[in-house]
């Protein structure tokens, strides 16, 4: 028996399932898609809480997820490392999350900041790893319902993403689809974002062995398939913004549906119990800030399972 299962192997499935195996819980994890195949592995996955409003639980989020990626950092776990990023603002820019980021510069048109970046590949198969570890495994299985998951633990956790606008009936539940292209990296080493450009977001993300180039953010857009022109715009705006990548070679492009929730994300004790009394933890609609938000959202799951 079970005490608790997670519904969902994206981040933030993942990060609940780790903290709540390492308090002492027996943990079982279902999910329709591995890891590789949610729109976590789609991700770029720098820090910072995009499109996010300054709601003080976000923040608490926001700041408990950099100092565990920090700490990962320091440690050598794979994918994750500290990055200097530069981005362009407007005078109007309200940077709210910055009192949780260490050494943030504000120099008017430009804050310059050092924030965990993540390469979602080896990152989610290290969770998967340190899941296995403690015996947890992922049982692939498409749920008709959440109360379907009820048969398997007392308590069920929903980091279903988009998937939760349906089993919720949540109406406040849109994909916000994004696309990036990547490219080889001719040695960029600092981030670079402008979300101001005229013509669409910039962002300029190196890793170990690429850049990933975007992007796009295009509500209720439910199409992944490929876009030649779409791309090749990001390209533009990418390379007006950091001249190095003229020429770059193009290795692939990747489109994802970030699961956004009107109102920011759902994460705490539903009052309502499932059918047998099972109860509920939602932890959904992080938009494009799950990496961001998802181990101080992991902590708040754990908090609400209780001892």
């Known amino acids: 028996m079970f005490d608790v299962v997670v519904v969902g192997a994206g981040v933030i499935g993942l990060t609940s399932a780790v903290r709540l195996r390492e308090a002492g819980a027996r943990v079982a994890l279902v999910a329709a898609d591995p890891p590789a195949e949610t729109v976590s592995a789609v991700a770029a996955a720098v820090w910072y809480p995009t499109r996010t409003d300054p709601d003080p639980r976000v923040l608490a989020w926001a ?9 990962q950092a320091a440690a050598g776990v794979p994918g994750v490392v500290m990055r200097r990023t530069r981005m362009a603002v407007q005078p109007s820019d309200d940077p709210w999350w910055a009192q949780v980021v260490p050494h943030f510069e504000d120099h008017g048109r430009e804050w310059r900041f050092t924030v965990p970046t993540v390469e979602m590949g080896p990152y989610l198969e290290w969770l998967v790893a340190r899941l296995a570890g403690g015996g947890v495994s992922l049982e692939r299985r498409r749920l008709r319902d959440l109360a379907e998951a009820a048969e398997l633990a007392p308590v069920v956790v929903n980091a279903t993403g988009l998937a939760a606008g349906e089993l919720c009936a949540d109406a406040a539940v849109v994909p916000a689809r994004g696309r990036v292209v990547l490219v080889a990296n001719p040695g960029i080493e600092t981030s670079v974002r402008d979300e101001h450009h005229p013509a669409g977001m910039v962002y300029v993300h190196p890793r170990s062995r690429d850049v990933v180039l975007g992007g796009t953010f295009e509500p209720g857009e439910w199409d992944t398939g490929p876009d030649p022109r779409a791309a090749a715009q990001i390209v533009a705006r990418c390379t007006e913004l950091v001249p190095e990548l003229a020429g770059a070679p193009v290795l692939g492009e990747r489109a994802g549906l970030r699961p956004v929730r009107r109102g920011g994300p759902r994460v705490g004790l539903d009052p309502a119990l499932l059918p047998g009394g099972a ?10 800030a799950g990496v961001t938000l998802s181990w101080g959202c992991a902590a708040s799951v754990l908090v609400d399972f209780g001892p």
Do not use: F, K, S, V
């Open 63 to 71: 700041g408990q997820t950099y100092d565990e990626l920090a700490r």
């Open 279 to 288: 109860r509920m933890i939602h932890n959904y609609g992080h938009g494009g």
